[in-house]
Each structure stands twice: as C-alpha cells, then as structure tokens.
C-alpha cells in the first residue's frame, strides 16, 4: 500500500501570501533571523532577530502556521511532509522577492516543528570612518595603524563587535597602505581583498602559536592574531611586536585594566610588554535608536524603537609612566579615557541611543 503524499506545493496561495509577507517584513527590519516557534494550540509565534535581540512580532493562526511553513520548506527544497527530523536548506535569491540569501533550518520540538530562517546580508564592506566609533576613538585607532608598529588588543564578550572592529581596521590600512597584512583566524569569518588571511587548524596541530612561527617568517608588516588564549600565543605576540611588526589581537577581559592585568601575568618579560603594550580598547555594541520614529516604534524598526548598532568602546592609551610601572611595579596602570561609562553616557546625550539601552549595556 502506497502512501499518498501530500503535495509539495499548497494548492491555497494563503502560504505563498504570507510567507512573502513574513520574509518581506523581516528583510525591512533588517533581521538577521526569522523563528517560527510552534505553540501548544497549533498557532505559532514569529520573531525577529533584531540588532542581536530576539523579538517576537506576530502570532501565525492554526491555520496559517502550517501553511507559512510548509511554504518556507518547499522554497528551501526539503522534504515537506517530514516533521520529524530535521532538515537544513537554502533559499536562492532567485526564488524569492529579496536581495538576499536565505538558510533555512527544521527542528521538531515538543509542540511541533520550528523553523529557523537565517537572512544573509550581501558581502560587506568594512571602513573604520563608517563603523560609528566616537571621533577620538577613531583618532587613536588611526594614529596606531598609521605608526606601523605597537600591540593592539581588544576585548569585549563574544557579539561585542571586535571582529568587525579589526576588520574594519584591515578595510583602512588596504586603501591607505601597501603594507603586507597576514591575519591568523579561528575561523576567517569574512574575505577582505588585499589581506593574505590564515586559519588555526588545532585538528591538525596547527595551533595559534606555530600558525603565528611560520606566519612570521612571510613577512608580514601588520599580524592579526584572532586571540590569545595562552601564554605562548601572548608572549609570541609581544616578541613580534618587539622585532618590528605591528601586532592586533583580541583577549578575553572585562575591561581595559583587565587585559594589562592577564598580560603581566601571562608574559613574565615586563620590560618586552612594556615596550610593545601601546592601546587597549575593551568594546560592546549599543542599539541606535531608529532613525525613522526616533524610539517611539514604527514599520522600519518593528515596532522596538532600534535599528542598527554602533560600538562604544573604552579605550586605554598607555603613557610613558604607566610604561614605567609595568616594567617595575605592580601599580595599576592609568584609568582608561573615556571609561566605558563616560563612553555609554556620551551616546545617550548625544540621541543616539536612550537609557534604557544604557542600562541594558551596563547591566
Ligand atoms: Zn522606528
């Protein structure tokens, strides 16, 4: 007996309709996820990921719900009539009204099947004038590139923006310079033209502090190490910066202070960490309250009063004294300026952010 199965196309165009709806308002928003959570009563809940926060925007009724997914499945060619495994796809620009590249995940739950949609955004372009840093900030960062030589670290928790930071720092040093930039990353989570970028591979024992032995020795004038997480990696960064190359790297710490802390004990030669050690940024990322309704919520921002994110950033530049006392005492080193704090409050007075989001950051 031959199971007959459903067809993979809805005959009703309510699922075209809707899921072209859906697709249309999440790339509106500029979402970078759309979820379809199912809810115990056959209806189902739609959100949005929006500058990193999930929000959820609608409910699909029990009849809609079914139909909006099976439309999504059937775009992205998996198998419509499975509910019980889960399935992973993609959706062609070609196949739907967007400008984009869409990924598309199934995984069954308890209370049915959810459908993850992953929204690409075409290649970007990463300019340092254009990342929305404080004009200072952007000051110091350029004078540092500029001088060829030094160590740069950034730190921030995971989704802070550091990436986009250095890459955008690379998008600078590419049109403004000639120099031989190599990057060792773990993975490369873009391609920037004009950049030779490596990966760690520790599978294969290609780890951060043999990829960066070798590295060295392609003659590279900028390195990139995507982080130090040991003290050979930490000590290898500093000696590369001793012998004339200009390092950048990330480390994990919770503040500018914090990194000078895990160095000194992570590199036993204080006078190399000194003598390299030149600007320390620890950074995060605010929501810009939308341009187009100014916090009230609209279309354009789905109702959050948020749309896009700029970095805020703390920023510790080490002078010659706190050079002095990293070499001979314990002391700690000059406060970092602006603070993270001053950083934060200086968005809000300036609109570009409210502070409720302040309080979000600082929590
Ligand atoms: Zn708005």
């Known amino acids: 007996m031959s199971l007959s199965r459903p067809q993979a196309a809805e005959p009703s165009d309510v699922g075209p309709r809707e899921c072209s709806r859906l697709m249309g308002r999440a790339a509106e928003a500029g979402a970078s996820d759309l979820h379809i959570q199912p809810k115990g009563d056959g209806s189902a809940e739609v959100s949005f990921r929006l500058d990193g926060v999930l929000r959820p925007v609608e409910v699909l009724s029990p009849e809609a719900a079914p139909l909006v997914c099976g439309r999504i499945k059937f775009l992205a060619k998996l198998k419509t009539w499975e509910h019980s495994l889960p ?154 910066a001793l012998t004339g190359h200009q390092v950048i790297a990330t480390l994990h710490a919770g503040s500018c202070q914090g990194v000078v802390d895990r160095l000194k004990v992570m590199v036993p030669d204080r006078f190399a960490l000194a003598a390299v050690l030149d600007l320390i940024v620890n950074q995060r990322l605010v929501r810009r309250l939308c341009p187009s309704c100014s916090g009230q919520g609209c279309e354009a921002c789905a109702q959050v009063g948020y749309r896009g994110r700029v970095p805020v950033a703390e920023c510790l530049r080490l002078t010659d004294a706190d050079c002095q006392s990293l070499r001979v005492s314990d002391s700690p080193v000059s406060s970092a300026s602006p603070t993270f704090s001053e950083a934060i409050d200086r968005l809000v007075d300036e609109g570009v952010t409210d502070v409720r989001e302040a309080a979000r950051i600082r929590s």
């Not at 995971?158 to 120099?179: F, N, P, Q």
């Not at 070798?214 to 990696?233: A, K, N, S, Y």
Request: some cysteine; aromatic content about 6%; overall charge negative.
């Open 87 to 240: 399935q992973d796809g993609r959706i062609d620009q070609a196949d739907i009204d967007l400008n984009q590249e869409l990924r598309v995940s199934t995984f069954p739950t308890v209370s049915g099947e959810k459908v993850v949609v992953r929204f690409f955004t075409e290649q970007k372009i990463f300019r340092l004038g254009r990342l929305g840093l404080a004009t200072d900030l952007l000051g110091v960062l350029q004078r540092f590139l500029n001088s060829r030589r030094g160590l740069l670290l950034l730190t921030g928790p995971s989704g802070s923006g550091k990436t986009t930071t250095i890459y955008s720092c690379l998008g600078y040093l590419v049109e403004t310079d000639t120099r031989h930039i190599i990057t060792i990353e773990d993975p490369a989570e873009q391609v920037i033209d004009g950049v030779m970028q490596t990966e760690v591979n520790e599978a294969r024992g290609l780890t951060y502090p043999k990829a960066i032995r070798h590295l060295l020795r392609q003659d590279p004038e900028t390195i990139v190490i995507g982080e130090i997480r040991d003290d050979e990696t930490a000590e290898i960064a500093v000696r590369a």
